[in-house]
């Protein structure tokens, strides 16, 4: 029994290595480690070959700033060290409540808020006074409003009826 581990060499002749990355989530400490890793990979030469990337959550942000950067590697790595040091919460919060579609997203949760806590209330008022629940009133179990995606008009709520 031979070695199975590798290709026959008629099979590699000629043919560059490739290498296929996975970036695992895990938010801005994913990022952190995958940064390190990309490092280590770069100086190790690998980074070049790399062909192919998957990756979720915090990695697919490190894998989307390093398809997308122009510059060389040191660039690249302190591009990222600033957003790591910057934090995420109150840029975006900045950037939600300073457009159309984060003040879109407030006053849609705001309403809803408004509207699950009166229906919260009325079926605490109905328990306590022994009233019986009507499936008509169907606005104590759902929602009225539906958030919908910010294409086409941009409209912010719809309402349904019966």
Do not use: N
Request: hydrophobic letters at 45%; a positive charge.
């Amino acid at each position: 029994m031979g070695d199975h581990t590798t290709d026959p060499p008629h099979r590699t002749a000629g043919k560059a290595e490739r290498v296929a990355l996975a970036l695992s989530g895990g938010g801005s400490r994913a990022m952190a480690f995958h940064l390190g890793c990309l490092k280590a990979l770069h100086e190790a030469g690998l980074l070049k070959q790399t062909s192919v990337i998957s990756s979720v959550s915090g990695g697919s942000v490190i894998a989307a700033l390093y398809c997308s950067h122009p510059g060389d590697f040191a660039d690249f790595e302190r591009r990222v060290r600033e957003l790591l040091q910057r934090g995420f919460v109150w840029p975006s919060l900045g950037t939600a409540l300073t457009t159309l579609e984060g003040v879109k997203a407030a006053a849609t949760f705001a309403l809803l808020a408004i509207d699950r806590l009166a229906a919260f209330g009325a079926r605490l008022i109905l328990a306590c006074l022994r009233l019986p629940f009507r499936s008509r009133w169907r606005w104590l179990k759902e929602s009225p409003f539906r958030r919908r995606g910010s294409g086409g008009l941009g409209c912010l709520l719809v309402f349904f009826g019966d």
